[in-house]
């Protein structure tokens, strides 16, 4: 199945509004945004199919104007199904001045002999909020699929004006690595990471606020590095799907409060902190 979703958002009095919305079987896309007073707009994407299947090719646009923000999350855990030939995704993202952007999709679970490969391109302009979760399941360990799926690749880009400064790869082949050796899982089955981009915000305690809210956690291993622009990258390993991701989405909470047009109080300059040196 080929299927696409293409997403406008655009702010108008003080908020922003779904402009233009299009999608094909099985994509669905609901507006659940609770406070409609607030500037952000939350939207729900859904689908119709129990998960991907072999073959299936998913392409998805979300665009935004200046100074729009919007909060893309996912309905369910996103199921890779058992495949022969494999199937695809591909995600683009493309943010006006000063807009924001957050998306932090449900865990993915790859069933057995499943083969997924996923693109994300975004590219950023000046001023923009940008937060991006990814959470991978090892798969059915109660069905005695640990492991099990042939092939898993992630690979999201991100521009800023249209200069390449982020690569994260994401690529998993159990039986071409031994996913429990020393720099690899090491033991543990889940794992997740986030990104997040903003001019305005105080790096260093965002560091510290990371930190020491996962140092809080049981069972996990994590890190956090500087990225090149003004932001931080956090890969976390653990054994339970929720834990992961209920940590992801109180650290995206959190990074969603900073107000992205204070990058003036700072005291910085905008080209120091776009490229470092």
């Known amino acids: 199945m080929r299927a696409t979703l293409h997403i406008e958002a655009a702010l108008k009095n003080g908020k922003t509004y779904l402009s233009n919305c299009f999608f094909t079987t099985p994509f669905k896309v609901a507006n659940i945004t609770e406070d409609r007073s607030k500037e952000e707009l939350h939207l729900m994407l859904m689908t119709s199919s129990p998960g991907i299947l072999d073959g299936d090719e998913f392409h998805m646009k979300i665009q935004l104007d200046q100074n729009a923000a919007l909060h893309l999350k996912t309905q369910s855990?996103?199921?890779?199904?058992?495949?022969?030939?494999?199937?695809?995704?591909?995600?683009?993202?493309?943010?006006?001045?000063?807009?924001s952007f957050c998306y932090l999709p449900q865990p993915t679970v790859p069933h057995k002999d499943s083969n997924f490969v996923a693109n994300n391109n975004i590219y950023l302009s000046h001023n923009c909020m940008f937060i991006w979760g990814e959470l991978l399941t090892c798969g059915r360990i109660l069905n005695g699929e640990e492991f099990a799926f042939?092939?898993?690749?992630?690979?999201?880009?991100?521009?800023?004006?249209?200069?390449?400064?982020?690569?994260?790869?994401?690529?998993?082949?159990?039986?071409?690595?031994?996913?429990?050796?020393?720099?690899?899982?090491?033991?543990?089955?889940h794992q997740a990471s986030l990104i997040f981009i903003n001019v305005a915000a105080d790096i260093k305690s965002i560091i510290k606020y990371v930190v020491d809210t996962l140092n809080q956690q049981k069972e996990i291993c994590f890190g956090v590095s500087s990225l090149p622009v003004n932001g931080i990258i956090i890969r976390i390993l653990g054994f339970k799907a929720e834990q992961l991701y209920s940590c992801l989405k109180n650290i995206a909470n959190h990074l969603s409060g900073i107000n992205n047009n204070d990058a003036a109080s700072l005291g910085r300059k905008e080209k120091e902190i776009i490229y470092a040196n």
Do not use: D
């Open 77 to 99: 855990y996103q199921r890779l199904f058992q495949m022969k030939k494999g199937a695809s995704q591909s995600i683009e993202v493309r943010m006006n001045k000063g807009s």
């Open 150 to 189: 042939s092939k898993f690749s992630s690979t999201t880009k991100i521009f800023l004006n249209n200069r390449l400064v982020v690569k994260e790869n994401l690529l998993i082949e159990p039986a071409k690595i031994k996913v429990h050796a020393i720099g690899q899982l090491e033991g543990y089955t």
